[in-house]
């Protein structure tokens, strides 16, 4: 029921809107929390740069870097535990819900702090993962 009531809600917004669409809103949303909110430290170990949402692929991408202890090549040893970790907090954030009615994947991408450009560990969820 309460799944019926957000899509109605969504909907109606949609039509409300000044012609925005779904995935234009979306990206704007990112875009502007991006703005507003990254460099973001999370812990002490990772940081959030950027959250991306990409309207061709429907993919919301957020882009992180480890530090202090995390910043070193390990993380592929612990790269399931990651990934289970990663996919328990996706299905459990209410904020994201929206986005995962409408079936869009997210993409994890964690960087080094000391090393840039270095990816460290990368992962993406679909529809199917989350669900």
Not at 18 to 36: D, G, I, P
Not at 64 to 90: C, G, V
Not at 101 to 120: C, D, I, P, R, T
Request: hydrophobic share 35%; net charge negative; proline share 2%.
């Amino acid at each position: 029921m309460n799944k019926i009531a957000l899509l109605s809600a969504i909907c109606l917004m949609l039509l409300c809107s000044c012609q925005e669409s779904f995935e234009k809103r979306v990206q704007r949303t990112w875009q502007e929390y991006t703005e507003k909110n990254c460099p973001q430290a999370l812990s002490e170990t990772v940081i959030l740069d950027s959250c991306v949402f990409d309207i061709d692929t429907h993919v919301l991408q957020f882009y992180h870097r480890f530090a202090n202890a995390m910043d070193n090549d390990s993380i592929e040893q612990k790269s399931n535990l990651m990934r289970q970790l990663l996919l328990e907090a996706l299905r459990n954030d209410t904020n994201l819900r929206p986005i995962k009615e409408a079936g869009y994947s997210f993409k994890y991408s964690y960087y080094s702090s000391k090393k840039e450009g270095k990816l460290l560990y990368e992962t993406t969820f679909t529809k199917e993962d989350y669900q």
